[in-house]
């Protein structure tokens, strides 16, 4: 008896190994930088919204080893391998309730750049309107590039995880640029220097700016809603909660502008509906509920918005997104996720008209329009098909599909060019271009520069002389090619370029570039 005691006692006095719960671990050594709310702080939000953009890696390897050309260290030697597995499903865990980021708490976020004084005039020599933005995500730069000489000008930082593409000022000065988490920065390209940022939302899509370039629109996840800046200094002009008629919440996958409507054009994930948003301070009121008489004067109901702002709403029969429109805006083309369908709505009258059989996941935001005999047509890649569908905008009929060496990603092309470039964005064969002719839609060349190496966007110069594509890698490049022969002319090293957008073919809204 005495031996048993003794030996229980021994027991009690080993020390034991004791595993910190999730919370605990993450208080300790996540909290400083990504927030005590796990919303983001110097370090980006750790919730599952922002998380599942972590590609080829898994949240429990970059905790233990930390990122590549971050801030982020790893925490192996601080944390057990036990742990990590366990913080790593803490992380994954939605947060209980979905997160007030309201216009207090958005302005509260605004960093203005102190060495920051606007010019009178560009304080470089290169055409304003033929700058290149490229987009680096390998270590969270921008570069910005001369469209005639192929020189860097600038390089400047970027938030984490730029996504949705910079959006310009009319006048081509300013571009504005969105992450993951949904900061906002402002880029005066006549100094080559950040104006300020500020954080629109948790988890957010992307930006479009109005017609009139005052209004930049930001489309959130996370919350639930349109938050609406002024261009000029970044405040926060109107934040719309997105709760359709049925009173359910829902994301909003993207925001476009729509010019020659002067409003926004909202997708929205979880609801049967797309909204327009104003942007012309005389907007028509909008009425949501019965009218008893249109007659002039005889309006006998009462708006629910007009001017500045007025949301309208379209119902359609199933959540749409990845838009397509024509040029003159008049219809749109939404993706139905959950079947093989395309939907055309014309914004005019305000409801679906055709439907067309789009299986592979048509990536729609990516299309592009051109002249083929005598017709307009868009084309389309496929996410999950190899192959591009060219559609009638006239009658909506499939019309022709090309078939790739994979599923792709963009298509890019210029009103000068006789060719659209098409990737293979996935699968094995991602190394490779596709220029495809325009009027014979016949594959004329296939690059493939880089055996292994993912290619991928292309973007025109001003003039569609040349074409820049990105060699999408950690130690990529740009690729400038001259669009008539297709050969390679130049290449620029560069941190995993993205996409790179010409100032002049975005605030013309050329044929060829996505808008």
């Known amino acids: 008896m005495i031996r048993r005691i003794i030996s229980l006692s021994l027991l009690t006095l080993a020390p034991m190994a004791v595993q910190a719960e999730p919370a605990v671990l993450y208080a300790t050594h996540c909290a400083v930088c990504h927030g005590d709310d796990r919303l983001g702080s110097v370090g980006p939000a750790l919730i599952p919204e922002s998380l599942r953009r972590l590609k080829g890696e898994t949240l429990e390897a970059v905790i233990a080893q930390g990122r590549v050309s971050t801030q982020m260290p790893g925490f192996s030697d601080q944390i057990s391998a036990e742990e990590i597995v366990e913080l790593a499903a803490y ?49 969270h730069h921008l570069s910005v590039v001369d469209g005639d000489s192929f020189e860097v000008l600038a390089r400047l930082p970027t938030p984490l995880a730029v996504h949705g593409g910079p959006k310009f000022t009319p006048d081509g000065r300013f571009v504005f640029v969105m992450s993951r988490d949904g900061w906002v920065q402002k880029i005066d390209l006549w100094a080559m220097q950040e104006v300020a940022r500020l954080r629109a939302g948790v988890n957010s899509r992307n930006v479009a700016i109005s017609k009139d370039g005052q209004h930049l629109a930001v489309a959130n996840y996370l919350p639930h809603s349109l938050t609406i800046l002024s261009t000029a200094d970044l405040s926060v002009e109107k934040i ?51 009218v008893h008489s249109r007659e002039k004067g005889m309006v006998e109901a009462i708006a629910s918005s007009e001017g500045l702002f007025a949301r309208r709403r379209i119902e359609v029969t199933e959540p749409l997104d990845d838009f397509f429109f024509t040029p003159d805006y008049r219809f749109l083309i939404g993706a139905a996720r959950d079947s093989d369908r395309g939907v055309v709505v014309n914004l005019n009258v305000g409801r679906e008209t055709h439907e067309l059989p789009l299986s592979g996941l048509p990536h729609l935001g990516s299309g592009i329009s051109w002249e083929h005999q005598g017709r307009r047509v868009m084309a389309t890649p496929h996410l999950r098909e190899a192959k591009l569908s060219v559609i009638d905008v006239e009658t909506w009929k499939v019309v022709h599909q090309i078939e790739t060496m994979g599923p792709g990603f963009f298509l890019r092309s210029h009103e000068n060019s006789p060719y659209l470039w098409a990737d293979v964005f996935f699968g094995p064969n991602r190394d490779v271009m596709h220029v495809i002719d325009k009027e014979t839609l016949q594959i004329v060349k296939t690059l493939r520069p880089i055996p292994g190496k993912t290619l991928a966007h292309v973007e025109f110069d001003r003039a569609g002389r040349h074409a820049l594509v990105s060699l999408w890698e950690q130690d990529g490049a740009l690729l400038i090619y001259d669009a008539r022969t297709l050969e390679e002319v130049k290449r620029l090293p560069m941190s995993k370029p993205s996409g790179k957008y010409n100032v002049f073919n975005k605030i013309t809204f050329s044929d060829g570039t996505s808008h």
């Open 240 to 290: 719309f909660g997105v709760v359709g008629k049925s009173g359910e919440s829902s994301r909003v996958s993207a925001v476009y502008q729509a010019p020659q409507r002067d409003s926004f054009i909202l997708a929205l994930k979880d609801i049967p509906e797309i909204w327009e948003v104003a942007t012309d301070p005389n907007a028509e009121p909008v009425y949501e509920g019965f």
């Open 91 to 139: 992380l994954h865990t939605p947060l209980p309730e979905i997160p007030v980021w309201d216009a207090v708490r958005i302005a509260d976020t605004l960093q203005v750049n102190p060495a920051y004084a606007a010019p009178d005039a560009p304080l470089h020599e290169a055409d304003p309107l033929n700058l290149f933005v490229v987009v680096e995500t390998g270590d």
